[in-house]
Nanobody, 120 residues
Framework: VQLVESGGGLMHPGGSLRLSCAAS????????MGWYRQGPGKQRELVAT???????NYADFVKGRFTISRDNARNTVSLRMNSLKPEDTAVYYC???????????????WGQGTQVTIPS
């Protein structure tokens, strides 16, 4: 599975950005996609995930500001980010969880990351 992110960049506080991630390759067994982020000097943390059944999960620090959505027909997942804050500055990584029938186990795949910068 290959994941390619787009979007991100520099935005003023209070502004909005949209991240998108396109999946290709062995996509039939993807059962969950989402976004993680890693800020300067911090560990990677969950932002939001969405399952094939459109069940969503958000980190507390983005609830009410970020919205995750998924287009199964286009194999994409998007993250709409509103009311951005300087503390949202991070590299955002697309994530996909894939079920591997042969090993009866889940494998995680990651995109290369896209930078989001919100200056203070």
């Amino acid at each position: 599975v290959q994941l390619v992110e787009s979007g991100g960049g520099l935005m003023h506080p209070g502004g909005s950005l949209r991240l998108s991630c396109a999946a290709s390759g062995s996509i039939l067994n993807i059962y969950r996609m989402g976004w993680y982020r890693q800020g300067p000097g911090k560990q990677r943390e969950l932002v939001a995930t969405i399952t094939n059944g459109d069940s969503t999960n958000y980190a507390d620090f983005v609830k009410g500001r970020f919205t995750i959505s998924r287009d199964n027909a286009r194999n994409t997942v998007s993250l709409r980010m509103n009311s951005l804050k300087p503390e949202d500055t991070a590299v955002y990584y697309c994530y996909a969880a894939v079920w591997v029938e042969q090993s009866r186990a889940s494998e995680d795949y990651w995109g290369q990351g896209t930078q989001v910068t919100i200056p203070s």
